[in-house]
């Protein structure tokens, strides 16, 4: 089955009782025991709305089997220590999302978990390899400057060593990455982003072939990031119009990458799309479409950052990314601002650096709002 008919049908539970088309809110945390094996309980992550949702994202990822988590978070650490322990090594990019960053530098230490962050570079994933090694935990592309890393490189390094490789595949979405057929293990998504869409439910999800997906479960039932029945039914909902939303986003992002790569305040444009892009050539590879997450550097001689995001009318100055409605935030204040300034500068990220999270709005409205913001009309 295609994408959309995935998105729209799969894993709907089918009510013998009322027959309605879609899966009933299931509410109980109750389940009668006798005569049957796997009883529902929301924490063993297998309750019927948990269930339902999971069928349609293992089809969309390509994946045998998952679970579905109170945030993106929850998934990552769950899945990182689903697989690593005491004495065992992660390597990561340097480049992942912060809350990932975070858990290690905070955490690995007192769980004696050693690590190691690489450059987006397949090649410095291998090198920072050692022995101890137990999983790899890449993003592509990357937050906030759209770095691209050869996926399917990093998943021959994991294989020939006997490393599990983690993908972090939130920006890019299933529409547009299926990272399980390049070879990668687990694939782990904040579904409060693109999966939820409409900026109003925190979940995430982890998905993999069955046997990771199994080791996942497990830890899970431990660490207990379960998710409710309600946000269960809305996230399947969202799910519905994943396809084309994402594929809507894309396209206007596209065309925004471009026109802000022309603009004469614009000092350069991040977006793999764009053929002057340094990801560009293996995101054409193994991504069907180049996402509608990008960011910009003003030229802050022409316009103060601060000014711009006053201006802009239609577009929102926000955290987070993925709803339906356009958002913009400049990293420097939001998702780095632990990082001293100096090391934001090392890694890229200028205080006049903004990163853009393209909606579904006609994109005119969307580039009459980031022209009159920039030009002052
Ligand atoms: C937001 C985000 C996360 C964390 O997800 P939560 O749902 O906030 O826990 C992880 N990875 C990426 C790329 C994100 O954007």
New binding site residues.
């Given amino acids: 089955m295609h994408k959309e008919t995935i998105c729209v049908q799969s894993g709907t539970y089918h009510d013998a009782v009322t027959r309605g088309v879609n899966t009933p809110i299931f509410t109980s945390s109750a389940y009668e025991y006798l005569d049957r094996e796997d009883v529902p309980y929301p924490r063993y992550f297998n309750t019927p709305n948990q269930g339902a949702v999971i069928h349609k994202l293992c089809e969309l990822e390509g994946a045998e089997g998952g679970v579905l988590f109170s ?6 650490s769950t899945t990182i220590l689903a697989f690593a322990g005491a004495g065992d090594h992660v390597v990561m990019l340097d480049a ?2 912060g ?2 960053h975070a858990f290690a530098t905070d955490m690995f230490g007192r769980l004696g978990i050693g690590y190691s962050f690489a450059y987006t570079s397949a090649d410095a994933v291998a090198s920072a390899v050692t022995p101890a090694t137990k999983v790899i935990v890449i ?1 592509s592309p990357t ?1 906030p400057l759209l770095g691209v890393i050869d996926i399917q490189r990093v998943a021959r390094i994991g294989k020939e060593r006997g490393i599990v490789t983690v993908i ?1 595949n ?2 890019a979405t299933p529409v547009n990455q299926r990272p399980i057929a390049l070879g990668i293990n687990v694939v ?6 693109y999966l939820g869409g409409h900026s109003d439910l ?3 999800v982890a998905v993999s072939s069955g046997l990771h997906a199994e080791r996942i479960r497990h830890a899970a039932r431990h660490l207990g990031g379960s998710l409710n029945a309600s946000t269960c039914y809305l996230l399947e909902r969202s799910l519905k119009t994943l396809a084309i939303r994402v594929e809507r986003q894309t396209q206007n992002a596209a065309r925004i990458a471009v026109y802000l790569a022309g603009h004469e305040a614009i000092r350069n444009v991040n977006y793999p799309g764009l053929p002057q892009s340094g990801g560009h050539e293996i995101a054409r590879i193994q991504m069907t479409g180049f996402g509608a997450m990008l960011s910009f550097e003003l030229d802050d001689k022409r316009i103060a950052p601060a000014l711009f995001l006053r201006r802009l009318k239609l577009i929102r100055p926000a955290v ?3 709803g339906v409605e356009t958002t913009i935030c400049a990293p420097a204040e939001t998702s780095h601002v632990k990082i001293s300034r100096e090391e934001r500068h090392r890694i890229g990220i200028t205080d006049a650096l903004l990163r853009l999270s393209v909606g579904i709005e006609n994109v005119d409205d969307l580039l009459a709002d980031l022209s009159q913001a920039m030009d002052g009309k």
């Fill in positions: 945030s993106g978070m929850a998934a990552m992942l999302y809350g990932t993003e937050n972090d939130t920006f782990v998504h904040s579904g409060t982003k925190c979940c995430g987070s990314l993925g």
